[in-house]
């Protein structure tokens, strides 16, 4: 009897440590009211869905019999914003963007794990980076009243004289230089969210319990992004600040009262 109980599996306790409940106390808020407030903060451009169009081989070693899931995920290398149209803001010296080239490139994380010949075997895996890139157009606003890129475009003017002497050439040994120089907030680009549409088989079809080392794969992928820039708005009239009360922190909005004469406690 006691062979019988030491064949059977034993537990396999491990260390825990019991939490203790917290409170979970309401943090009153104050509103304090602001007359037309000037922020500046990342502005959603545009978010555009691409679609971009993969195909690509994957050698597998060693061979494989059946492919058991495959993990993909999205790494972007660059999101640039190229603009290519303009339009003046009136009464300033700074430009609306109308018009951009959009480049995108980046790889697929790709993580195949297969079985291979061996009936009774682990699984492996392979993991491949397939790049990509490409381009598309970007009109701006996205929507009506939407935001668009703003750019400062940089100056440069020169000034030639005349030769005083001869008041017949210019004298090339002096010259008025003026330059401005506008330094703009770069758009950039935020990854969102990646849509996978995918067709995996061998280019030479194997036989039943047969065994392929080649993968091929044509892959749809619809890649959403954010296209931002940070700029300087105002918020509309009537807007509050919205700040939490920790009365720890800050010093108790009311009044102290003076405390009792030590004469009376004669």
């Known amino acids: 009897m006691s062979e019988q109980f030491d064949s059977q599996i034993q537990p396999c306790p491990v260390t825990s440590t019991e939490q203790i409940p917290l409170t979970n106390d309401f943090t ?41 899931r495959v993990k993909k995920h999205v790494f972007l290398n660059q999101v640039k914003l190229v603009p290519v ?3 003046r803001i009136a009464g300033t010296d700074f430009f ?8 995108v490139a980046g790889h697929i994380r790709k993580n195949i ?18 790049p990509f890139s490409g381009f598309t157009d970007l009109t701006f606003p996205q929507t009506i009243g939407g935001s668009t890129p703003i750019l ?9 004289f005349l ?6 050439d210019a004298r090339l040994d002096k010259a008025f230089f003026q330059n401005l120089v506008k330094y703009n907030e770069q758009p950039f680009g935020e990854l969102v969210a990646a849509n996978f549409f995918e067709l995996d088989f061998s280019p030479i079809m194997a036989a039943p319990e047969g065994t392929f080392s080649t993968l091929r794969e044509k892959i749809v992928l619809e890649l959403t992004v954010k296209v931002l820039q940070v700029q300087q708005i105002r918020l509309g009239a ?17 009044p102290i009262v003076n405390p009792t004469p030590p004469s009376e406690f004669c």
């Open 113 to 130: 794990e297969y079985a291979a010949a061996a009936c009774n075997g682990a699984l492996r895996d392979r993991i491949a980076d397939v």
């Open 28 to 68: 009153p808020l104050v509103a304090t009211p602001v007359t037309a407030p000037t922020i500046k903060i990342p502005v959603v451009l545009a978010e555009p869905t691409l679609q971009i169009v993969v195909e690509s081989d994957i050698t597998l070693t060693p061979a494989a019999t059946e492919i058991k």
């Open 152 to 160: 400062g475009i940089s100056e440069f003017a020169e000034a030639n």
């Open 96 to 103: 609306r963007v109308t018009r951009a080239k959009l480049f």
């Open 238 to 254: 009537g807007s509050s600040v919205v700040t939490p009360v920790l009365p720890g922190l800050t010093p108790p909005a009311s």
């Open 163 to 168: 030769n005083e002497a001869t008041q017949m």
């Open 85 to 87: 149209s303009f339009a």
